[in-house]
């Protein structure tokens, strides 16, 4: 029988003895490692993608309309919609700072309210990567445009009502996962 105690609802971080640690592949963006350690008095070994993090933008305007972009992303072979998001790849950039430099260079845009909205492991069982969604108001021009090349350069821009990208979440049109997070933490939030 379960133990009816009450147990917090909170991740619990847990540090188990690292045995050894390798990176097995080097990559553009990110890097897959190998790790070996103690759990439960076994000793276990994990492969996972070692990523820097990330940072998204759910942008809201007066209109309750959320900023999408259609990007194409190559291991799914789709153009996806999304919000603007990118990494945490400059050497202690904080989140916020990211968020509005990547809000900048994905649509040339700025804002004059941020705030966190969602925070979230996109596949903890297979990546560290942690993900903070901010949400933007009174978005404005940016002072300067960006040049886009590579998947960037063909970036579709659509302002849409909240409603209708959670009932496109909901019936499985839309995919993204920071998207769906996002819109559904913002629906919540509301």
């Given at each position: 029988m379960p133990d009816s105690a009450p147990i917090p609802l909170v991740d619990e971080p847990l540090n188990p003895q690292i045995v050894s640690t390798e990176l097995d592949f080097a990559g553009r963006v990110w890097d897959v490692r190998r790790d070996v350690f103690e759990?439960?008095?076994?000793?276990?070994?994990?492969?996972?993608?070692?990523?820097?993090?990330?940072?998204?933008v759910l942008a809201l305007d007066d209109d309750g309309r959320v900023l999408l972009i259609q990007q194409y992303r190559h291991p799914i072979r789709s153009r996806d919609w999304e919000i603007p998001a990118g990494l945490l790849d400059i050497e202690g950039e904080d989140p916020l700072i990211a968020a509005k430099r990547e809000l900048a260079e994905e649509v040339d845009l700025a804002a004059t309210d941020?705030?966190?909205?969602?925070?979230?492991?996109?596949?903890?069982?297979?990546?560290?990567?942690?993900?903070?969604?901010?949400?933007?108001?009174?978005?404005?021009?940016?002072?300067?445009?960006?040049?886009?090349?590579?998947?960037?350069a063909d970036i579709l821009v659509r302002w849409v009502p909240l409603a209708d990208v959670i009932a496109g979440v909901l019936a499985q049109d839309l995919k993204n996962s920071i998207l769906a997070i996002a819109v559904l933490a913002a629906h919540a939030h509301s």
């Open positions: 759990y439960n008095g076994h000793e276990l070994t994990r492969d996972y993608v070692d990523h820097p993090g990330a940072v998204a941020w705030s966190p909205l969602v925070t979230f492991h996109s596949s903890p069982g297979g990546s560290n990567e942690l993900i903070t969604v901010f949400l933007a108001r009174g978005v404005v021009p940016a002072e300067s445009s960006h040049h886009r090349t590579e998947e960037e």
